[in-house]
């Protein structure tokens, strides 16, 4: 393309951030927020600034209330955030309840996030959200590194991801996004038994398995021995995780793990991802998704690219 | 943006929620407050963003600084016993620290800064002229109330959201008494415990060991002090000392400031919840002031 039609094809155009998620629906931005950065309290809702966001994901869901762990549950790390949360939610009924006049009133496409000790409580949650209306989907977190007993193992067989997200599927009237993790190898048959089940995308990464020792009182520094690890630090990981991924399967991908600027952003659309999702920055830099959202319009013009998926496009030309 | 009131005000020069006009300063409510406290509670606020100048910083005991920052917007709204959340930028430093507000000005804004790790020590080193990033002003405060008669009672770094406190309780026509818990002598901030005692009847300060005129902690110099005289008491310190004092107060109109891990500072993270009558609740939003008969101190 010559210079002249450069111009002319982006003359008067503004880039185009939509992003198509299959059956999850289009997005007006590939910015999506990230389960458990958004708290799950109603008063937040009217404060988020939509137009830089492309959809939430609610803080993860179990059957029943959960405490969640011990203090303390937040430590630092270089480069990184250690927590072992646990999954504090006031369970589904109480959820549902709540949907009404919090979630269901927002502008922007809402992703419940949901979490059960046994394939038949993944499965009772999903049934029981088919109550609420006009979420856009359901995320399977099968890989939260802080909840003890089974929760753990969904993710650590492609043939058990396989069993959740088919029953759930059947269930649900929503679609399904798989949650997976780098603990559960970068394998990519994981990805693709939740693919042939019947899921419509796959979130990588979850936090990454992590512990921090107080040596001077001899005990773990968390409360709940060990947690997960957020953070710029998992970011590298998180990038070879999608891009290995993305290579195998055609569901679209969102990408999350230490997503801190414009440039981390663009590296997880290079690398495969269709949407992108922000963690552990969102809470020390509330206006991150703004930022993001104003790197890639520059970006985009920068480089002559109408929109996200071009970006992808050039970088698998050049890597070909 | 994020998701609550901060970002929405955080920005709040440039452009306005849709369909609603910018609200002046005043007049927007922290909503989850609006909501869920008691009317003595409600207060009118903005949470903001602030890049704030370092105008002074000064050390004042062995490990205490304090740092003068200049700042108008978050300096102009913080009650005593609110805080801030500082971005601190370094090696291994990620998350932003809570400070309690220790004095405010309407241009400007102090922190007590007690050094115990790399933020701490971080921001004590900063410079005069250094910008830094504040959050605020976060959580509830204290409930101020005139002509009433307080004991507030402090220990080690406590002593920074007391001093807002004394002075809004002199401004008030309030009598307030103080008692001040540090570990060692040279920890004991003498500047700052000269202005209290310019606002107080009385000061008494202690020390868990070293030469000093009084040895031992808060709770033995609370045996001195008749509790009949006082209609209301404030604490702030290490989990550990508020414990020590509940058998003491538990009947008593008390109200405690917790020192908590935090992430957010803004209540999405659940990263500092603590156990109280009510359920669960998380410091940073539903505190750090709590009532002292509310928190289940057994689980502390």
Same mark, same amino acid.
Not at chain 1, 189 to 200: H, I, L
Not at chain 1, 294 to 313: P, R
Not at chain 2, 144 to 158: A, E, F, H, N, T
Not at chain 2, 249 to 269: D, P, Q, T
């Given at each position: ?189 994981? @990805?693709?038994?939740?693919? !042939? *089940? #019947? &899921?419509? =995308? +796959? $979130? ?60 981390? @952003?663009?590296?997880?659309? !290079? *690398? #495969? &991802?269709? =949407? +992108? $999702? ?43 | ?300």
């Amino acid at each position: 393309m010559d210079r002249f039609s450069k111009w002319k094809r982006l003359n008067g155009m503004k880039c185009n951030l939509r992003t198509d998620l299959g059956r999850i629906g289009i997005l007006r931005n590939p910015i999506i927020i990230s389960s458990g950065t958004f708290g799950l309290s109603k008063p937040y809702f009217d404060l988020l600034e939509s137009e830089y966001v492309g959809a939430v994901v609610t803080k993860t869901i179990t059957l029943n209330p959960k405490e969640g762990n011990a203090q303390p549950r937040i430590l630092e790390g270089p480069s990184s955030m250690i927590n072992s949360i646990g999954l504090e939610n006031p369970g589904v009924l109480s959820f549902i309840e709540e949907y009404k006049d919090g979630y269901g009133k927002l502008e922007i496409p809402v992703i419940v996030s949901i979490s059960g000790n046994s394939v038949s409580e993944f499965v009772e949650i999903a049934d029981r959200l088919n109550d609420i209306d006009g979420a856009a989907a359901i995320e399977l977190n099968l890989s939260c590194p802080n909840v003890d007993s089974e929760g753990l193992s969904f993710g650590s067989s492609p043939e058990r991801i396989g069993n959740v997200v088919s029953e759930c599927s059947k269930t649900s009237k929503y679609p399904l996004i798989a949650k997976l993790s780098p603990f559960q190898s970068i394998d990519a048959s994981f @990805a693709r038994s939740a693919e !042939m *089940a #019947g &899921a419509s =995308a +796959i $979130s990588l990464i979850n936090t990454v398995p992590a512990m921090k020792i107080d040596i001077n009182r001899f005990r773990s520094a968390l409360g709940a021995l060990s947690g997960g690890m957020s953070g710029p630090a998992i970011r590298p990981i998180a990038l070879k995780m999608v891009y290995e991924i993305s290579r195998d399967i055609d569901l679209p991908i969102i990408g999350m793990g230490g997503i801190s600027n414009g440039e981390d @952003a663009v590296e997880f659309i !290079m *690398a #495969g &991802a269709t =949407a +992108i $999702s922000i963690g552990t920055m969102n809470m020390i830099d509330p206006s991150i998704p703004k930022s993001i959202t104003k790197f890639f319009e520059n970006f985009m013009q920068v480089h002559s690219l109408l929109d996200t998926a071009e970006i992808a496009q050039r970088f698998i030309q050049r890597n070909s | 943006m994020d998701c609550r009131r901060v970002l929405y005000v955080f920005k709040r020069e440039e452009y306005s929620l849709p369909g609603e006009e910018t609200r002046s300063e005043g007049e927007v409510y922290h909503s989850l407050w609006k909501n869920s406290l008691p009317l003595h509670w409600r207060v009118s606020m903005n949470v903001v963003n602030e890049k704030c100048e370092v105008i002074r910083n000064e050390r004042v005991s062995s490990d205490g600084h304090i740092l003068v920052l200049n700042s108008r917007d978050i300096s102009r709204q913080t009650l005593p016993g609110q805080f801030v959340e500082i971005g601190c930028y370094g090696e291994d430093m990620i998350l932003r620290r809570p400070f309690s507000v220790f004095d405010v000005s309407s241009e400007s804004l102090s922190l007590f800064i007690k050094i115990v790790g790399k933020g701490t020590k971080w921001l004590s080193e900063l410079n005069s002229g250094s910008i830094v990033d504040l959050i605020g002003p976060l959580g509830n405060g204290f409930t101020v109330s005139s002509k009433s008669r307080s004991l507030l009672i402090g220990g080690g770094c406590g002593i920074a959201s007391l001093n807002l406190l004394s002075r809004k309780l002199f401004d008030s026509d309030s009598n307030s008494d103080t008692i001040f818990g540090f570990s060692k002598p040279e920890e004991i901030p003498q500047e700052v415990i000269e202005g209290f005692q310019k606002r107080a009847n009385r000061v008494l300060v202690t020390v868990d060991k070293g030469p000093y005129p009084f040895i031992g902690n808060v709770v033995d110099r609370l045996k001195e002090i008749d509790l009949e005289n006082y209609d209301r008491f404030y604490c702030c310190g290490p989990t550990r000392m508020l414990k020590a004092l509940e058998p003491f107060l538990c009947k008593r109109e008390v109200e405690v400031s917790l020192e908590a891990r935090m992430a957010c500072g803004i209540g999405v993270c659940y990263g500092c919840t603590i156990s109280t009558k009510h359920g669960s609740k998380r410091v940073c939003l539903d505190g750090p002031v709590f009532k002292m008969e509310e928190v289940e101190w057994n689980e502390m």
